[in-house]
């Protein structure tokens, strides 16, 4: 009899570290998946705090670029193909100039962000670059 006791209280002491077992793992699993999706979360903020910033740069640069290009040159190339001066392709060639400093002054992680986020980040630049442009005469 005393030895069917022990092999009851053996089995359900065993029960028990069995049940605490599971109990356990599966925290264990759950402060896992937290971790991980934490961690995610973290690297989802960050990449979409580069994607903005990265956006920001662009447009300031874009910006400052347009504004200079426009008080230097593209104002009286405008006045001459009015006039019948000169061609169209010098405004053109304007914007090739404004969309080669935009790329030349934007930092490499900023263009690897842009390009993988935007796909045809050339068309985005040269789209910016218009829009910039519009802007421009319309505050004038």
């Known amino acids: 009899m005393q030895n069917s006791i022990q092999d009851i209280l053996t089995n359900f002491a065993l ?7 599971a109990y356990a793992m599966y925290y264990i699993k759950r402060a896992i998946a937290k971790v ?5 979360k973290i690297d989802n903020e960050e990449q979409r705090s580069l994607i903005l910033t990265a956006l920001s ?21 405008r006045e001459a193909v009015k006039a019948g001066l000169t061609s169209r392709d010098q405004l053109f060639q304007l914007s090739r100039q404004a969309f080669d ?40």
């Not at 029960?15 to 077992?21: A, Q, R, S, Y």
């Open 15 to 21: 029960g028990v570290l069995t049940l605490l077992c």
């Open 36 to 40: 991980k999706l934490e961690a995610q």
């Open 101 to 140: 400093q935009i790329y030349d002054q934007l930092e490499p992680e900023y263009l690897a962000v842009l390009a993988s986020t935007l796909g045809d980040m050339d068309n985005y630049i040269k789209n910016t670059i218009e829009s910039k442009v519009l802007e421009l005469k319309g505050a004038v």
């Open 57 to 77: 740069r662009l447009d300031d640069v874009a910006t400052k670029t347009v504004r200079s290009i426009e008080q230097t040159t593209a104002k009286e190339i």
